[in-house]
């Protein structure tokens, strides 16, 4: 099976560097995938992991490392707007469709 | 830009009612999946499907939910009878598979619809 953890919630200053952390368990691995969802919104992707290392894109970066279970988010120059759900989610392998498990969810706040 | 459709984005009902959900997936997506989300969590898959086959319905309760896709484009979800315990956001996303010659190189992201709000009295 597949156990995914996050914070429950994050507060952060407006213009700081947040880091959302996720750790999961699984029984096979075919990348990790973080997500943003505002309120009463439809979640949409941000990043994609599926090899060791740092992806980075413009504000966002992901970090994942398989060996550890562990990925997190990176947020700099946090605006007011970033404040959302951030949904860290892990994809099994293949042959078991292409869904995605998710985590309950960091929710965080922005505050100026 | 395509999008996922869905509708209605509101449905409030009585229990022991009958409701359905629709869905239109991105044009050419041939996976489609129905999750629930409870306020507070994260998306709970329900079922995918493989153009009109099941994938997965193993966390679909199958005594009041249903799910088809009749022709491999756009589903329906339906509940009957609803239960109080059925509110939730109910959210229909669409993928490209590995293998498939439109997807090469893609993530395999899955895109959402804006979701079907249901509210049990």
């Known amino acids: 099976g597949q156990n995914i953890d996050q914070p429950t919630e994050m507060t952060a200053t407006e213009g700081a560097i947040v880091q959302i952390n996720c750790t999961y368990q699984t029984s096979g691995f075919n990348g990790l995938f973080w997500y943003q969802q505002h309120a009463g919104e439809a979640p949409t992707f941000l990043s994609y992991?599926?090899?060791?290392g740092l992806e980075e894109k413009g504000r966002f970066s992901s970090f994942l490392s398989r060996s550890k279970g562990y990925s997190y988010l990176l947020l700099k120059e946090l605006q007011m707007k970033d404040s959302a759900s951030y949904l860290c989610?892990?994809?099994?392998?293949?042959?078991?469709?292409?869904?995605?498990?998710f985590g309950q969810g960091t929710e965080l706040s922005v505050k100026p | 830009e395509a999008e996922v459709a869905q509708s209605p984005r509101y449905k409030i009902t009585e229990k022991s009612q009958a409701v359905a959900f629709w869905c239109d997936p991105i044009s050419g997506h041939a996976t489609l999946y129905w999750y629930r989300q409870i306020l507070g969590q994260g998306p709970e898959l329900l079922v995918q499907?493989?153009?009109?086959?099941?994938?997965?319905d193993s966390q679909l309760p199958k005594d009041r939910f249903s799910a088809e896709r009749l022709k491999g484009v756009d589903s329906t979800l339906k509940i009957q009878p609803a239960e109080l315990g059925d509110s939730a956001m109910y959210l229909c996303?669409?993928?490209?598979?590995?293998?498939?010659?439109?997807?090469?190189?893609?993530?395999?992201?899955?895109?959402f619809g804006e979701g079907s709000r249901l509210t049990v009295l």
């Open positions: 499907f493989q153009d009109e086959s099941v994938v997965d």
């Open positions: 992991n599926v090899l060791d």
């Open positions: 996303a669409s993928s490209l598979v590995e293998g498939d010659s439109r997807g090469r190189g893609n993530t395999g992201e899955l895109f």
């Open positions: 989610a892990v994809r099994p392998p293949w042959n078991q469709g292409g869904k995605l498990i």
